[in-house]
């Protein structure tokens, strides 16, 4: 692999771990559009793009991981906010457990990880 | 779809991302358009209230935003079928329904309208090809007796050839399938 590639792989990284992400950050409360999109933004590295969060949102929605409905605000036009379903609370289960299997064995073969500290799975 | 606004980069920038949409079904397209477009005015209107306006503001929200073309490829590749297609039984029997006129025909549309293994537009060409080259073929062999052209042999050809749309249609989806989705 060229040193040129891993940036790629980041990419593909990102784009797989970023719906995720989204359907984290609804866990606990409802959002709307551009409060999600914020609060990808500020965590270093994951969005590159902001536009590009809304055709995700639109496929979670599409896919019946999240729900949406419209709100009155004070300041503007309405806002759509953005809702976990239980298929999207599911998934987002499976991930959490996928990701932190995979982080410790990734971790473990940088060198990253002390092997003591986790026993053999 | 308006992509008119008071701002003229905000405008410029939602008429580009407007036409880079093409390959977007109308309705996703518009809501794509519509969704950015709040999003600027929400982001604007937060800018305003920590005292910053003016053109750098702007400027700095459209390049947080990402080029249109990213934003559209972000779109696409999330809307068309995946790379490499599903072909299974249900497609090669839409193919072979194909072959068999008129009532092949409409089973075999129905069950090519069902299958995500072609694109909207390949859907739509493989569908219309049995019944625009069977109407061609029977305009033309009414009209043959007019011309002295024609004799009843070569109309009754022609009129034959209007049930080659069915296997048209049937080889062109089948080649289709052989291609990338993209």
């Not at chain 1, 792989?9 to 990102?14: A, F, G, N, S, V």
């Not at chain 1, 991981?65 to 709100?71: E, G, K, S």
């Not at chain 2, 905000?10 to 519509?34: C, F, N």
Request: some cysteine.
């Amino acid at each position: 692999m060229e040193p040129g590639q891993t940036r790629n792989m980041l990419t593909q990284l990102r784009r797989g771990a970023v719906e995720f992400c989204v359907l984290a950050l609804l866990r606990d409360n409802e959002q709307y559009g551009f409060e999600l999109v914020r609060s990808l933004a500020a965590v270093d590295g994951l969005v590159t793009s902001e536009g590009t969060i809304y055709p995700l949102l639109t496929r979670l929605r599409r896919d019946q991981l999240v729900t949406t409905f419209w709100q009155e605000s004070e300041s503007g036009p309405p806002r759509r906010y953005y809702h976990l379903t239980d298929a999207g609370r599911k998934a987002l289960t499976d991930f959490t457990g996928d990701w932190a299997r995979f982080r410790d064995g990734v971790d473990t073969l940088l060198g990253l990880e002390d092997r003591n500290d986790h026993p053999a799975q | 779809m308006t992509t008119l606004h008071s701002d003229p980069l905000v405008a410029d920038y939602l008429h580009r991302l407007d036409g880079a949409a093409g390959g977007l079904p109308a309705q996703q397209r518009a809501e794509l358009v519509a969704e950015i477009r709040a999003h600027i005015d929400e982001a604007l209107r937060a800018t305003h209230s920590t005292g910053s306006t003016g053109e750098a503001a702007v400027r700095n929200v459209l390049k947080r935003l990402g080029r249109p073309e990213e934003i559209m490829d972000a779109a696409v590749e999330r809307t068309d079928p995946p790379e490499r297609r599903q072909v299974g039984g249900r497609e090669v029997v839409a193919l072979l329904a194909l072959l068999i006129p008129f009532m092949g025909w409409l089973i075999g549309s129905v069950l090519v309208l069902l299958s995500p293994a072609w694109t909207t537009r390949e859907r739509r060409i493989g569908l219309a090809l049995p019944l625009v080259v069977l109407l061609f073929s029977v305009v033309v062999s009414l009209g043959a007796p007019a011309s002295t052209a024609l004799g009843p042999l070569e109309t009754s050809l022609i009129f034959a050839l209007g049930f080659a749309g069915g296997p048209t249609a049937a080889i062109y989806l089948a080649w289709r399938l052989r291609s990338a989705s993209r």
